[in-house]
T-cell receptor
Framework: AQSVTQLGSHVSVSEGALVLLRCNYS??????LFWYVQYPNQGLQLLLK??????LVKGINGFEAEFKKSETSFHLTKPSAHMSDAAEYFC??????????????FGKGTHLIIQP | GAVVSQHPSWVICKSGTSVKIECRSL??????MFWYRQFPKQSLMLMAT?????????EQGVEKDKFLINHASLTLSTLTVTSAHPEDSSFYIC????????????FGSGTRLTVV
């Protein structure tokens, strides 16, 4: 079974500063990893995902994440925060081993606060 | 592409009544759909996985008689909360796997259920 740990339930950064949201996973197989963003009372929007290939993944809205197998991490970064980035961010892992649940396993989420 | 439409966006119902939530894939055929539940300021918890034409698979602890899932066609899955009680109030989100692999998932916009 896989699990996802997001360090920091709340992260506050100043507008224009670097955004770093941390995600560590555990998985018995090479994982598929995802970052989603959720605005209040809305569904989830995919920011980016890692499946295979290049370990640095670029997503929408200037976000990127790097898959580090040795550290079992998939941290999300953005060089310069905008006010519109304030939202809830979820890291997730997919179980494609075929023996478990089909859906995604989510971390607890990180609430990103942008200070003006 | 790969849009999932979820309705209603919000619903208020009286305790003891039943509520149906629909999830439609608009531009693709979704053989597998997922239903998640999200409590305020918490993560998404997978409730069940539905496959077109077969019975849904429920996660441990989810009452299958309370949360009826029907996936009668390749484009429609429904979740019916039967005999709803205030503790069933939550945010329900559907998701569909976009491809036969495990790397693409799209989400509906969610349904806010309030039971009074």
């Amino acid at each position: 079974a896989q699990s996802v740990t997001q360090l920091g339930s709340h992260v506050s950064v100043s507008e224009g500063a670097l955004v770093l949201l941390r995600c560590n996973y555990s998985s018995s197989v090479p994982p598929y990893l995802f970052w989603y963003v959720q605005y209040p009372n809305q569904g989830l929007q995919l920011l980016l995902k890692y499946t295979t290939g290049a370990t640095l993944v670029k997503g929408i809205n200037g976000f990127e994440a790097e898959f580090k197998k040795s550290e079992t991490s998939f941290h999300l970064t953005k060089p310069s925060a905008h006010m519109s980035d304030a939202a809830e961010y979820f890291c997730a892992v997919s179980d494609y081993s075929g023996g478990g649940a089909d859906g995604l396993t989510f971390g607890k989420g990180t609430h990103l606060i942008i200070q003006p | 592409g790969a849009v999932v439409s979820q309705h209603p966006s919000w619903v208020i119902c009286k305790s003891g009544t039943s509520v149906k939530i629909e999830c439609r894939s608009l531009d693709f055929q979704a053989t597998t759909m997922f239903w998640y539940r999200q409590f305020p300021k918490q993560s998404l918890m997978l409730m069940a996985t539905s496959n077109e034409g077969s019975k849904a698979t429920y996660e441990q602890g989810v009452e299958k008689d309370k949360f009826l899932i029907n996936h009668a066609s390749l484009t429609l899955s429904t979740l019916t909360v039967t005999s709803a009680h205030p503790e069933d109030s939550s945010f329900y989100i559907c998701s569909a796997r976009v491809d036969q692999g495990y790397s693409g998932y799209t989400f509906g916009s969610g349904t806010r259920l309030t039971v009074v």
